[in-house]
């Protein structure tokens, strides 16, 4: 325990000031008095912890300074002396971060005064001890009670229900990419769940069904998010009470708790997102000796873990930004390096294209493959897809069947709208009502299939019935003049200067004539998007638009809806804005021409490209569509990191079982006044840099952990945050959870540099040692307490509501807008 | 011509001091083009209503037109100036001149009545005198020069801002260049602490303090001329247009402060979304069985109703006494009391039960209570709550006060839902009782309108009363600060529902030049006013940044592999000046991609301004540094001769459209059509 810390100590001087390593370390050490403990024989446990963690660092430090002096001066790139040739050109810190567990586990054989070899070995088992307990302190409080309570959750009604239509192999429609639900499904297919319930809605008894391993499985992911925490924090900090108390944050966070134990995929993705930056922190304490396995290893890993993340949410985007400014600013770093190759560098930055870009890619798209080829059956999910892509559903009334290619005059076809959720061009034997335009028959689009939505295309200038077989088959080309006729009613499709009934700056689209004979207002130029004229039209792939003659407009669909007299179908419009948007472009969808031979629609199968982009664009605009109504509830961004309001899991009455997602407010609150003192204790050490004051070698060590680790965290919590204020989708407070995690991890960094320069400024060292462990101890068993009073709000609570003097809770609730 | 009509309307406004509300910008703008109108002596009656109507004689179009002209002509010295301070040479700064001359594009929105081209000034304003600032700080700091061109800088950026609210990029990126110059001079270690700290503090002062507070001098400027009330004040709130001269003001003025039990009052709803809207009741009830199949209370109906009416009326009814009207002395009513509300016409109580809302299945009912006798008690109890109240005994006020209605049996608030109700309804709005637990929201609150103190007892003397129009005796004023709050927050908010629009485009067409807008089509010939820039200048500025960017990264990679191809002080000079210019079309341009309001091609104008500037640079840098050879050399400047005078040819083919000055025949009108997406007007004859 001798002189533990002042080595740490001695090793970041060494390490922060690289122009003079090997003067500057060993004087230093001795030189250092403020935290020169005696050795104690009962030393508490904040000052064990730190003294054993300063003891691996030193060795490992001192190994990397050693070899810099051994090392001959690297000229150029020979590839081979590449691999363990240290970093010259990079400053401090990044030796500092360069220094692994793995090195520090080692024996630091060349140090000169290494310690005992049996106490090494004692520390090494001491931290694998404490990441042991760290992990079953996790495990048990995310498994404790998981089973209850035994009904739908929230959300678990969508991903339950998704997972289940993974094991009937239903085509389903979500805003997520696929893999988080894919991922539910797969556990509970091992779990033995057949995905026979059917997860209607929250409050559902689950009963006999299975459900416990689906809650599992998430309950497990969530409970990896501690020693995640725990490595990656003493990965930068390298200061154990720092990784410790990240840990005890997020282990006794009820918020964390309560989102680890149901079927959710916020669980998953704070998985895969911790798991990339751990990976990523572990790769560049690898980079002093690049293109070894272990380097690899972690690189690939962090790949591997940006597909994942990304593949269940697409916030996943947030943490590969953060890893690309990692990597940019560390091929920058080697880049200016001058002692390596041109070559050198260009095989770090190919490394780094085929691990973080390439292989994620593979695998996201790898993710999407299997979906499509999982989920094979028409299900609820078909109608926001074009119908190119429902032929692929067996069970779809496209599936398989065989219809003529190209368009003919004489055919009768059904027209659809290409954006989703609008449906077909529809007329039937009904006016439009005494005073909006014209008295004349409705036009409308209507989502289901039906007689009505069936049409007749005749060429503009006879009416002679182009299916009489004396008559040549002529097929319609790009740029035609066309007339529709409604098969039902024998009217043609018909627009004219009256504005349309909801949206005024329109015209309004009837049925107009008797049995097919009208007027130069029923005829449409019908024209192919971006092909040139004369084309022939094909059957579901080709984009059309409609323009009609006499007015110049388009017909579109505004995708309003219908009073009653419209019976509440949506609105048809002819637009006079020609610019080119998604409400005016249809396609054919069926298509009836005994002239013509049919052709089975597998020839005009998607590729599997053509899919995925297809499933990408519905998604995007899903998500958009998810706006917020006037006058409803919603939260804000800026509720979030202030705890200000919970969201209810399950039960609202004083009789039910009630699950109220709140994070522990102590630990939000620490986190949140933590940020505040980052930012302004950082601040202040940036601008006596920038100054050039002579820091003290302690304070500039720790500043460097601050700067850096913390810097990096504080990234992440800016990433996972600030996106969201410019979201204008609906927003939940589950959305806050990733970046909490960072915010966390931030705190545990933060209060243990704060202690340790409170320390330092204490002149007598047993004031200092014992200050520091006060400081460390209550804030762990600070954070416990809380857990202990807030539990109930993620293990369940029944009885009486917190508004209620006589509930237990009663004292608790600490902000009105709480309500459990 | 064209948006002349929009902003035309609202220096009608000014002329005739009437309050209005313009969602687009902060009124600087608006009061800059109102001065010229001022000084032209506008009286402010002309009607707005049509694109392509004559002026009448007492139209000052000249004075009108004459701010923006001036803005427009002073950017081509300024263009000169800037390049100058940016340590180019006289050639590159007459250059940076002379395109700034020849394009259209500014010409046409400078000779119009729109604010496009004072924003551009104050833009470059902005940039000049930081420019000129940061070049006296290496003479003499604190000198007079020194400090004038600093507050400069600070009042370009609030007048920009003050103009459209586009001007904040600009004003964020002076910001920005003067963060770095500022974070080297804190590095600067031949500078005392105490200097450096005078130096930031004079910069906060300057750049900071100065802007906010000429901002706020903008409101309040605008704020003491339009005084009076005008169409725009159903949006703001009841103290807010209480303050106003005429409308609401004369109705309210003379009110009492407090209200009493036995007060009449109109509820207004806070909120004010989708409308604007009062609690209101009248005889019709809710149906028996909706048309979903699911019924009802069958009792009275309470809406939201948008407009004035008599049936708007409550009175506040202490649950415990009986009589109606105020006692003498009046009682009045603090937070936290329980009252019934009494509708005045039909004399019935404001009540909530555990019946579903028509609209909003998940909310509660809220009806006047009839009694049909059937085991359904009237829960007519609602407990006041003040939200901005200052202490737990505050008395509810008129105006002022701002209430939730938590109703007593089953802690429901009164909320409006925002649905418009079906035709048994009459369309008006859906008011429903909401759980308390859901959270605080704004459409739970309510503020009293109207007040008086009741006097009759008798319900037909008091219907009476309640037609009669209200007089009353004590008049309240909003501070200013209050006021500005309210207005910018309105401001900010405020949506306009006309998404579509036949010249917006995307801001993709823009930097091609894909899309034109047709400002102005003579009434009878076809001489036209477009707004078109000189495709030449556009396609070489966009080029220009292209290069720069891909330089910029060639030399700062050779830089870090330690090769240095530019001495020191001309890639500081190289980078300030992408920094400026490059970072002026960014800033100006890529937030658009985010904008979800409906966008015209004159929105680039501010960008491109900054891109024509970087263009001389990038020639003159490509001049100095890449061209080795005399041989060279010439050929470059040569080429650039033939390129300019190509751009001065498009601006003169161009002309026609720009000034709109004489009618040209079909033919020719089909020959400058270029583009198939330029939408020239070609009549037919």
């Known amino acids: 325990m001798l002189c533990a810390t002042s080595r740490l100590l001695a090793a970041r001087t060494a390490t922060a000031l690289p122009a003079q390593p090997r003067g500057r370390g060993p004087g230093a050490r001795c030189r250092r008095r403020e935290l020169h403990f005696p050795g104690h024989p009962e030393v508490p446990l904040g000052e064990f912890l730190a003294g054993r963690l300063a003891r691996s660092s030193v060795s490992a430090s001192r190994r990397a300074i050693l070899r810099r002096g051994r090392m001959p001066p690297a000229v150029g790139g020979g590839p081979a002396g590449s691999e363990l040739r240290p970093r010259r050109g990079r400053c401090g810190p990044q030796v500092t971060r360069a220094v692994g567990p793995d090195v520090a586990a080692e024996p630091a054989a060349r140090s000169p005064k290494r310690p005992a070899r049996g106490s090494r070995r004692f520390e090494a088992a001491g931290r694998w001890a404490l990441l042991a307990l760290v992990t079953l302190l996790s495990f048990a409080t995310r498994f404790h009670r998981l089973d209850e309570p035994p009904h739908i959750c929230w959300d678990e009604t969508h991903f339950g229900k998704m997972g289940s239509y993974y094991i009937n192999r239903t085509f389903f429609f979500d805003v997520h990419p696929p893999l988080g639900k894919m991922l539910i499904g797969l556990a509970g297919y091992l779990s033995g769940y057949d995905g026979t319930f059917l997860f209607q809605k929250p409050g559902d008894k689950y009963e006999h069904h299975n459900y416990m391993g689906m809650r599992g499985f998430c309950a497990f992911l969530g409970s990896l998010l501690v020693p995640f925490a725990y490595l990656t924090v003493l990965e930068l900090s390298r200061s154990l009470p720092a990784a410790l108390l990240s840990a005890a944050l997020l282990t006794f966070d009820t918020g964390c708790l309560t989102l680890s134990q149901y079927i959710l995929l916020d669980p998953i993705l704070m998985f895969f997102i911790m798991a990339a930056m751990l990976s990523m922190v572990k790769y560049n304490s690898c980079a002093d000796r690049p293109f070894s396995a272990p380097w690899w290893f972690w690189l690939s890993l962090t790949g591997i873990n940006l597909a994942g993340a990304l593949g269940v949410k697409f916030v996943g985007l947030f943490i590969i930004l953060q890893v690309g400014w990692n990597t940019i600013s560390d091929l920058w770093h080697l880049f200016g390096d001058l002692s390596l190759s041109v070559v050198t560098v260009g095989k770090h930055l190919t490394a780094r294209v085929l691990c973080l870009i390439v292989l994620p890619l593979t695998l996201y798209t790898a993710t999407y493959a299997v979906h499509f080829m999982v989920l094979n059956k028409s299900g609820p999910g078909d109608g926001f897809f074009s119908s190119a892509f429902q032929a692929r559903l067996s069970g779809n009334n496209l599936h398989n069947a065989s219809i003529p290619e190209h368009l003919a005059y004489g055919s009768v076809i059904t027209v659809k709208k290409l954006r989703m959720a609008i449906g077909y061009l529809h007329s039937h034997r009904h006016l439009y009502p005494e005073g909006i335009g014209a008295r004349q028959q409705q036009v409308t689009t209507y989502l289901h299939k039906d007689y009505n939505n069936l049409w007749i295309i005749k060429k503009h200038n006879t009416n002679a019935d182009p299916l009489d077989p004396s008559f040549p088959v002529e097929f319609v080309r790009h740029g035609d003049i066309i007339r529709l006729e409604h098969k039902e009613t024998s009217r043609n499709l018909h627009s004219h200067y009256h504005e349309a009934p909801l949206t005024r700056k329109h015209y309004q689209v009837t049925g107009y004539g008797i049995n097919g004979t009208g007027d130069s207002n029923d005829f449409w130029r019908i024209e192919v998007v971006n092909r040139k004229f004369g084309n022939r039209i094909k059957v579901l792939r080709s984009r059309i638009r409609l323009i009609h003659l006499v007015t110049g407009c388009v017909l579109g669909s505004s995708g309003k809806v219908l009073p009653k007299w419209g019976w509440e179908q949506l609105e048809v419009t002819c637009t006079p804005y020609l610019k080119e948007t998604l409400n005016s472009i249809w396609n054919v969808e069926d298509h009836i021409n005994p002239k013509l031979p049919n052709i089975s629609l597998d020839v005009l199968h998607p590729t599997f490209p053509e899919i995925l982009l297809e499933s990408h664009m519905v998604m995007i605009r899903g998500n958009n569509g998810l706006k917020p109504k006037d006058n409803e509830f919603t939260s804000k961004p800026w509720h979030w990191p202030i705890n200000y309001q919970g969201l209810r899991f399950s039960g609202i009455n004083d009789t039910d079982f009630r699950v109220y997602l709140l994070g522990n407010p102590v630990v939000w609150w620490l986190n949140l006044l933590s940020i505040v003192l980052y930012v302004l204790l950082g601040s202040i050490i940036a601008i006596a840099v920038q100054r050039g004051a002579h820091l003290p070698a302690e304070v500039e060590g720790l500043s460097q952990v601050l700067l850096q680790g913390g810097g990096q965290l504080l990234l992440g919590w800016m990433l996972h945050y600030f996106p969201f204020f410019l979201m204008g989708r609906i927003l939940y407070f589950h959305h806050y959870f990733p970046a909490m995690l960072f915010s966390s991890m931030l705190t545990g960094i933060l209060w243990d540099t704060v202690l340790q320069l409170c320390a330092w400024s204490l002149a007598s060292p047993f004031l200092a040692r014992g200050m520091y462990a006060a400081g460390l101890l209550s804030l762990l068993l600070g954070t416990a307490y809380s857990f202990y009073l807030f539990h109930p709000l993620a293990y369940g609570m029944v009885g009486p509501l917190a508004q209620d003097p006589r509930s237990p809770m009663a004292g608790l609730r600490w902000l009105e807008s709480w309500d459990f | ?685």
């Open chain 2, 1 to 685: 011509i064209f948006d002349e009509v929009y902003y035309g309307q609202y220096i009608s406004f000014y002329m005739k001091r009437i309050f209005f509300l313009d969602g687009s910008g902060p009124p600087f703008g608006h009061m800059l083009l109102a001065l010229g109108g001022y000084l032209g002596g506008f009286d402010g009656n002309f009607l707005w209503n049509r694109i392509g109507a004559e002026y009448s004689s007492n139209v000052p179009v000249w004075s009108l037109r004459l701010l923006p002209a001036l803005t427009g002509a002073l950017l081509v010295p300024m263009a000169y100036q800037i390049l100058l301070e940016l340590g180019f040479s006289h050639c590159a700064a007459t250059g940076a001149a002379l395109l700034i001359l020849i394009e259209n594009a500014l010409i046409t929105q400078a000779r119009l009545m729109l604010l496009e081209s004072v924003l551009i000034f104050f833009n470059l304003l902005a940039v000049l005198s930081y420019l000129k600032f940061a070049n006296s700080q290496k003479q003499r700091p604190f000198s007079l020069r020194w400090w004038f061109w600093l507050t400069l800088t600070g009042m370009a950026c609030s007048c920009a801002v003050g103009v459209k609210y586009v001007g904040v990029f600009t004003y964020l990126l002076v910001l920005a260049v003067a963060g770095v110059h500022a974070w080297h001079l804190i590095g600067d270690r031949t500078l005392s602490h105490v200097r450096v700290l005078c130096h930031l503090l004079a910069r906060a002062a300057a750049l900071l303090v100065v802007p906010a507070l000429m901002y706020l001098l903008f409101f309040y400027v605008h704020l003491t001329l339009v005084c009076r009330s005008g169409p725009h004040d159903q949006i703001m709130s009841s103290a807010f247009q209480a303050s106003l001269e005429g409308g609401l003001a004369r109705i309210t003025q003379g009110q009492p402060l407090e209200v009493a039990y036995g007060s009449q009052v109109t509820l207004k709803n806070v909120f004010g979304k989708p409308v604007p809207c009062w609690l209101h009741s009248h005889q019709s009830t809710y149906p028996m069985i909706y048309e979903n199949g699911r019924g009802s209370s069958h009792q009275q109906q309470v809406t939201c109703y948008p407009f004035k009416d008599v049936n708007n009326w409550w009175i506040v009814k202490d649950p415990g006494r009986h009589p109606l009207v105020v006692s003498n002395p009046p009682r009045p009513v603090r937070h936290g009391d329980i009252v019934q509300l009494v509708h005045g016409m039909t004399t019935r109580f404001l009540n909530t039960h555990d019946v579903a809302a028509p609209l909003s299945p998940h909310s509660q009912e809220v009806s006047c209570y009839v009694d049909y006798n059937i085991s359904m008690p009237s829960q007519n109890l609602w407990r006041l709550d003040i939200v901005n109240r200052e202490s737990d005994t505050e008395v509810w006020k008129t105006i002022l006060s701002e209430v939730r209605l938590v109703h007593v049996n089953t802690s429901a608030v009164l909320k409006l839902s925002g649905a418009h109700l079906p035709d048994w309804g009459f369309r008006q709005l859906e008011v429903v009782g909401e759980k308390l637990s859901r959270g605080y929201h704004e459409s739970m609150v309510w503020n009293v309108e109207e007040h008086r103190y009741g006097k009759s007892q008798e319900q037909k003397e008091r219907e009476l009363e309640l037609h009669s129009p209200a007089q009353m005796d004590v008049s309240r004023n909003l501070s200013f600060m209050a006021r500005f709050l309210e207005l910018q927050w309105r401001m900010l908010t405020v949506k306009s529902d006309d998404s579509e629009h036949k010249y917006s485009s995307s801001p993709l067409d823009w930097v091609t030049l894909d899309t034109s807008i047709a400002y102005w089509l003579h009434p009878r010939t076809s001489a036209q006013i477009h707004l078109l820039g000189n495709i030449v200048i556009w396609a070489s500025a966009g080029l220009a940044t292209a290069v720069y960017a891909l330089l910029f990264f060639w030399y700062l990679l050779r830089r870090r592999r330690c090769i240095r191809d530019l001495p020191e002080g001309c890639w500081l000079r190289w980078v300030l000046a992408g920094a400026l210019c490059a970072g002026g079309w960014a800033v100006n341009y890529l937030p658009f991609f985010l904008m979800e309001k409906t966008l015209f091609l004159y929105h680039y104008l501010p960008a491109l301004t900054f891109q024509i500037l970087l263009l001389p640079v990038v020639l003159q840098h490509v001049a100095d540094h890449l061209c080795r050879s005399p041989l060279l050399r010439s050929v470059f400047g040569s080429l650039v001769v033939a390129w300019y005078s190509c751009a001065c040819h498009v601006f003169n083919t161009l002309r026609p459209l720009t000034y709109g000055d004489r009618s040209l025949s079909p033919g020719e009108l089909r020959a400058l059509r270029w583009k198939d997406t330029w939408d020239i007007l070609i009549r037919k004859y």
